[in-house]
């Protein structure tokens, strides 16, 4: 089937396997693999996407269901410009990244976070961020740099 | 809570260096091994056994074949060369034979237009399996991989004081993020290219080549972006299922895990069981270690004897012990394989040995800070293999500098229920709430050992670039896992070669540079930097010998290889050193863990955690704390969560829904400190520092869980049910 939606404010038009996910859609026939596919179960926040608007699991969602739809992946998180997004500068600057297979999902999700709550405590962080896994580091430096990014 | 970072700007040996890769990692552009394409590409689908122990009577693809966008179905007819592969012993077939020995092993190969239409073709392969009765207990398993055992001093000696205790672990599951991946491409010669995510490029090629038939120079390994490894990327995964089903169909073909694959796609941490006796004079000084351990290597060898060699050297800890029997043996079973994971055989023994120290401790009413120092090793004493620490060990200051962290207070009632045990669940308002504190010390040795001709290669090539400046790029095959070794290149070259104005690195591939071994053992930052440096000076000799100068146009390019102290065997029957040494050097970390336990709901809470940690000197220390941290959720993970199930050896919790890692709510805030005494024979004097915080801190936490609870507490992961008594 065809399916047709905004990808980073460009509209992109795809031949998909009806059964197929957002997430592989994405990867396999758009070019975005910048969204991860660690547990395509949605257990592990790495292929973290805004779907108008709204953080989901790109893996638990159909392309099909997203038809019509406005997608936002960490690809278009930047000015547009070759510019970052702040919590990517934050995120690189921190110490945050280690391997970077949870990365950008993380990156979409304190993206989210931030724009909600400019603010959050520790606990807020910890919440938020809970449904994203990484295996590397432990979190802290993950931490560090959500709260780099608010207090700049 | 972590250190703050020092400057990121000049990037030279012992400074924090942004990462290297990080931008391209933050803004998504970073080509892991699953995001790879090439046109024209099939995709591979891997069909697996669903018993742990079967007769394979016969294995018909005929309808498979026919099914809609299938290019190839295969089975072990197909593999051109070598049936067999393995990373020490050619013992595992490359696709089942007539039998499979684990669940999950694979049977047959299909390549497809789309991952679907292989899986579809991939369930319409008929496989008759006459199922036998596993092995599944590793006590009644009736092969050994290696026994080994360590006698020191006399064995029977007797002391005023024991204590003795039976432990166990579950098997823990490196659960790296990105699954094993890769992306095989025919050549149009025979040869072809394997990209894939790995740990060892070339010793990967060395058992994929006899496999396809081909020279080892048809074959050309190439590092995709690797998310994660562990020690889980060591064996291989589809390197040769890959380049099969490229070599078969001309066209590229790729192949991605699903999680659920990934769980019986690569080796777990060997389980252990643990019979421990400790005595000690009255004033608590060791006098005889006796410890026997049984792993259970699973189904097929992977690094199980080397494994074994690591459980049996550190056994006792880093403590000065006068007499030891200590007795190792991993076992075949049809479990899911066993090899590496971070620790690698310190992890089950530091566990079973810290336990008993605290033991010892409560008997003598000493402080298990106390005992520790009255018993640590230092520079000059002999380890139960009789060699002799001879480099740095600083064994007593790192207890010393853990000891004086100071732990938070216990935080008043109420309070969020996200800072008790259960968390969001909202489980207690904080009555039944214990706390306690733990203390441990984890030991482990870097690099290979027992002999391992364990070499690591490096090429320079200097060059003037269009505007005259001098441009080093580096060429090395050493796999950037997540640890930071790029930026230890690029660090090395920096300080030694100050003139240049850049320095870029070459792709990681067995076709521009000789091996760089593996990114195991704690041992790629000490043996890279010492072959970057290598190559980096001869180079810089040879400029200079030209005056100083090139021209455009010119270049000068050098490999080197650089090799630590050689070590030999550990004699068989006593475990003896058999030359100087069977380790190359040695890491310790101490570790101080705060928790609270709801004693009646059994759920707990780590609080804080405290460390100090033998680094050697810190070459970006950043990076360094990075590592502390994130190994310190790992052994958290195994000592409250991580342990994959099985029934009759079949996997029964294949997914994170199911295997349960930290979160972001799980992990305290780690405060770290950096112990740094050289290392007298490393570059740089760098010791690895990616395993002594996964070895220490499920020892460490617990040990503050019984402090909490008064329990035992000897089997991890510890469930719920342990703590309230069911």
């Known amino acids: ?152 | 809570m972590s250190a703050p970072v020092r400057r990121l700007e000049l990037g030279r040996v012992g400074e924090s260096v942004r990462r290297v890769d990080a931008i391209p990692k933050v803004t998504g552009e970073f080509a892991y091994a699953s995001d790879l394409f090439a046109a024209g590409m099939l995709y591979g689908h891997t069909v697996r056994s669903p018993h742990a122990a079967a007769r394979v009577k016969r294995v018909d693809i005929s309808d498979a074949r026919g099914m809609p966008g299938v290019h190839a179905v295969l089975t072990h007819k197909d593999v051109p060369g070598e049936k067999r592969y393995g990373l020490e012993f050619p013992d595992q077939p490359v696709l089942a034979i007539d039998d499979v020995r684990y669940f999950g092993e694979p049977v047959a190969l299909v390549a497809a237009e789309h991952p679907e239409q292989a899986r579809r073709a991939a369930a319409r392969i008929k496989v008759d399996y006459i199922p036998q009765q596993p092995v599944t207990d590793p006590e009644r398993a009736r092969d050994a991989v290696r026994e080994l055992t360590i006698r020191h001093g006399n064995p029977e000696q007797a002391a005023e004081i024991t204590v003795e205790g039976v432990y166990e672990l579950g098997i823990q599951d490196q659960a790296f993020l990105g699954p094993e991946s890769g992306l095989a491409v025919p050549d149009g010669k025979g040869g072809i290219d394997i990209y894939v995510a790995t740990q060892w490029l070339h010793v990967d090629r060395d058992q994929v080549a006899p496999c396809l038939g081909l020279d080892p120079e048809q074959v050309r390994i190439h590092l995709a972006g690797v998310g994660g490894a562990f020690g889980g990327r060591e064996d291989l995964s589809m390197q040769i299922h890959g380049a099969l089903l490229a070599l078969r169909t001309n066209r590229p073909v790729k192949m991605v895990y699903s999680r659920e694959e990934s769980f019986a796609g690569h080796v777990h941490r060997h389980p252990a069981k643990i019979w421990a006796e400790h005595r000690a004079d009255r004033e608590g000084k060791l006098i005889n270690v006796r410890m026997r351990i049984l792993l259970d290597g699973g189904a097929y060898a992977s690094s199980s004897t080397a494994v074994c060699s690591n459980a049996a050297s550190f056994a006792c800890g880093p403590y000065s012990v006068p007499n030891a029997l200590i007795e190792c043996t991993a076992v075949f079973t049809n479990n899911p394989p066993c090899g590496a994971m971070r620790g690698f055989g310190a992890v089950q023994t530091c566990f079973a040995a810290e336990a008993q120290m605290d033991k010892l401790a409560r008997v003598l009413e000493l402080d298990p800070v106390e005992i520790r120092l009255r018993n640590a090793l230092g520079p000059g004493d002999v380890l139960p293999t009789g060699q002799r620490i001879d480099g740095s060990l600083p064994v007593a200051e790192v207890i010393r500098r853990c000891a004086a962290l100071q732990e938070p207070e216990p935080e008043e009632l109420p309070r969020d229920p996200i800072r008790l045990p259960g968390g969001a669940g909202n489980t207690t308002r904080g009555d039944g709430v214990r706390r306690g504190t733990g203390f441990a010390l984890g030991f482990k040795n870097i690099c290979y050992s027992e002999g391992f001709d364990d070499y690591c290669a490096a090429r320079v090539r200097l060059y003037s670039d269009a505007g005259g400046e001098l441009v080093a790029e580096i060429h090395s095959a050493a796999a950037e896992v997540g640890q930071g070794v790029t930026n230890v290149m690029v660090q090395v070259a920096r300080t030694e070669l100050p003139e240049v104005s850049d320095v870029v690195l070459a792709p990681h591939t067995t076709a521009a540079v000789g091996s760089a071994g593996s990114s195991s053992a704690s041992r790629q930052t000490w043996m890279t930097a010492g072959a970057v440096r290598a190559a980096c000076l001869a180079v810089r000799d040879e400029l200079e010998r030209g005056g100083g100068s090139l021209a455009p146009g010119e270049e000068i390019d050098i490999e080197r290889v650089y090799r630590h102290r050689q070590t030999t065997p550990l004699d068989p029957k006593t475990g003896q050193l058999t030359g100087d040494r069977a380790h190359v050097a040695f890491a310790c970390a101490a570790m101080k863990v705060v928790v609270e336990v709801d004693v009646d709901l059994g759920l707990t809470r780590v609080v804080w955690i405290g460390t100090a940690q033998d680094v050697g000197r810190a070459m970006n220390p950043q990076a360094v704390f990075g590592q502390i941290e994130g190994g310190t959720a790992q052994g958290l993970g195994l000592a409250l969560m991580e342990e994959l199930q099985t029934r009759d050896g079949v996997i029964t919790n294949a997914s994170f829904t199911d295997y349960l890692i930290p979160t972001a709510l799980d992990m305290p805030p780690v405060t770290a400190e950096l112990v740094e005494e050289p290392e007298p024979d490393a570059p740089y004097g760098a010791k690895g520092v990616g395993e002594p915080p996964t070895v220490v801190s499920t020892a460490a936490i617990v040990a503050a869980l019984r402090n909490a609870t008064g329990l035992e507490l000897a089997r991890v992961p510890v469930r719920p049910d342990d703590i309230v008594g069911l």
């Not at chain 1, 047709?4 to 998909?16: D, H, L, T």
């Open chain 1, 1 to 152: 089937m065809r399916v047709a939606f905004v990808v980073n404010g460009e509209e992109r038009e795809a031949e998909v396997w009806e059964g197929e996910s957002l997430l592989f859609t994405l990867r396999e026939h758009l070019g975005l693999p910048g969204s991860k596919n660690a547990c395509e179960q949605g257990e592990c926040g790495s292929c973290s996407v805004l779907l108008d608007g709204r953080l989901v699991c790109a893996c638990l969602v159909l392309a099909a269901q997203a038809d019509g739809h406005d997608i936002l992946t960490v690809e278009g998180l930047g000015d547009g410009d070759g510019g970052l997004h702040p919590v990517q500068e934050a995120f690189a600057a921190a110490g945050a990244v280690q391997c970077g297979f949870c990365t950008p999902g993380l990156v979409v999700a304190v993206a989210d976070l931030l724009q909600r709550v400019p603010d959050p405590s520790d606990d807020e962080i910890r919440e938020a961020l809970s449904g994203n896994l990484c295996r590397c580091t432990g979190y802290a430096k993950i931490f560090d740099a959500v709260r780099m990014t608010a207090a700049s």
